[in-house]
T-cell receptor, first 114, second 115 residues
Framework: DQQVKQNSPSLSVQEGRISILNCDYT??????FLWYKKYPAEGPTFLIS?????DKNEDGRFTVFLNKSAKHLSLHIVPSQPGDSAVYFC?????????????FGGGTRLMVKP | DGGITQSPKYLFRKEGQNVTLSCEQN?????MYWYRQDPGQGLRLIYY???????QKGDIAEGYSVSREKKESFPLTVTSAQKNPTAFYLC??????????????FGDGTRLSIL
């Protein structure tokens, strides 16, 4: 039972345009969500997070939106750059999870074309 | 320069052998984690530890063992009981156990292959 799903395995975007990566979750106890970026043969790098008390969090070119009623979050990258080409994972956890165990989606490969 | 160091980057094992993957962090983080990534899939939790001398099983602990004798170190042993050990193994750490809004930070991983 996948509690966090990224339904698009890949996404191709032109440089300078907006990239939108989507993530759905089923566990209503999740209240903290994170996005990680991963290059091949490297560990994931933390990008941005959002708490369930917010519906938007912005950091430079990256914005995460949370729709709690739909159990859906999205990562917007604008403008997209070739260096953004990587695999993006969304992850979720709950505040009653003492170990802060993260549940990851399967990832979306973003390709930004010059 | 603080960070999480995983060694070696590539590791080969013969069938029936145990092998230990190293993870060291100098970030003074309390909690440490081991994940496994298979091609085209997300990360799955193997074991985690919130404090020294304590650790808990994750979703896929069978065939693996860990120890946490020092705050800085969280080695993972892949035993011969692990039926499909070929994967990319990632170690992570987090500043304060028990506080939710702190992201985990990852090492660069070890790729384990069976000869």
């Amino acid at each position: 039972d996948q509690q966090v799903k990224q339904n698009s395995p890949s996404l191709s975007v032109q440089e300078g345009r907006i990239s939108i990566l989507n993530c759905d979750y089923t566990n209503s106890m999740f209240d903290y969500f994170l996005w990680y970026k991963k290059y091949p043969a490297e560990g994931p790098t933390f990008l941005i997070s959002i708490s369930s008390i917010k519906d938007k969090n912005e950091d430079g070119r990256f914005t995460v939106f949370l729709n709690k009623s739909a159990k859906h979050l999205s990562l917007h990258i604008v403008p997209s750059q070739p260096g953004d080409s990587a695999v993006y994972f969304c992850a979720a956890t709950s505040s009653d999870n003492a170990g802060n165990m993260l549940t990851f989606g399967g990832g979306t490969r973003l390709m930004v074309k010059p | 320069d603080g960070g999480i160091t995983q060694s070696p980057k590539y590791l080969f094992r013969k069938e029936g052998q145990n092998v230990t993957l190293s993870c060291e962090q100098n970030l003074n983080h309390d909690a440490m984690y081991w994940y496994r990534q298979d091609p085209g899939q997300g990360l799955r939790l193997i074991y985690y530890s919130q404090i020294v001398n304590d650790f808990q099983k994750g979703d896929i602990a069978e065939g693996y063992s860990v120890s946490r004798e020092k705050k800085e170190s969280f080695p993972l042993t892949v035993t011969s009981a692990q039926k499909n050990p070929t994967a990319f193994y990632l170690c992570a750490s987090r500043p304060h156990s028990g506080r939710t809004n702190q992201p985990q930070h990852f090492g660069d991983g070890t790729r384990l292959s069976i000869l």
